[in-house]
């Protein structure tokens, strides 16, 4: 299926203001940007550049989709984090001008085609307040409370906001030849604040945004349909939840890195929602 039809389906059977909201999220980050571009070389193209995600590789990679008919795969159109038992961290962009009621979250299986995914519904929404402040799509980040707990492992969120050597994303959006069933992933390499302000002047706010991506070569990042989902380091055994694929011009292009939500900068007020849901 490629990407056009999936948009098709999302938009044309009807799911409203979801679907809708997220299209027009991505027609305004793409408003600037070329479409996503098909990787013209050799490698294989997977999320962008990537390979599918093992079942039991990040449990806490879920779909964020449309409640109503047809599979996970047809409604899913963000991605997501599990960062307690009946909690997601996504992007504000997924969710802005969403409600509870529109959202349901997949988790379970790493193939929105699979009788094993979970559908659950969403209880309760977070949009980040400072979400487009001080530029458009700072602080893009929100929290979904679940209706209940969900099975998997939760990811640490990251508190300090480091260099990285190589990071790790993943999630179900365009792969350059679509959009796959099965979750994909990606190493990117870190892009320091200043190479990222060069690559997009006056759109970063380096405090609330992490940049990932080979400026160099391109070939390698997230893409339409990841949003919302983690960026990954390692540490030790396990791994932490550094960023929220957010926004880039394009997708895997040299010059333009993939931006994402920089979880150290706002952990302490995912913090604070957390508290007031208990
Ligand atoms: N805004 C996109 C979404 O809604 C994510 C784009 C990420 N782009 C990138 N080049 N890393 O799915």
Known sequence: MDRKRKNLVRLGTGFGAVAGAAAIAWAGIAAHAEEPVKPSSDFEAQIIGGQPVEEGQYPWLVGLGSPGEGSAYDRQFCGGSVIAEDVVLTAAHCVEDSAAEDLVVFSGSIDLESEDVVETAVADLHVAEDYNAPVAMANDWALLKLAEPVDVEPIALGTEPTEFETLETAGWGDTGEGFPPIAQWVEVPFVNDADCEAAYPDEVDAASMLCAGDIENGGVDSCQ??????????????????????WGYGCAEAGNPGVYGEVADFNDAIEEVLAGWE
């Open 225 to 246: 349909g990841d949003s919302g989902g983690p960026i990954m380091t390692p540490a030790g055994d396990e791994q932490v939840l550094v960023g929220i694929v957010s």
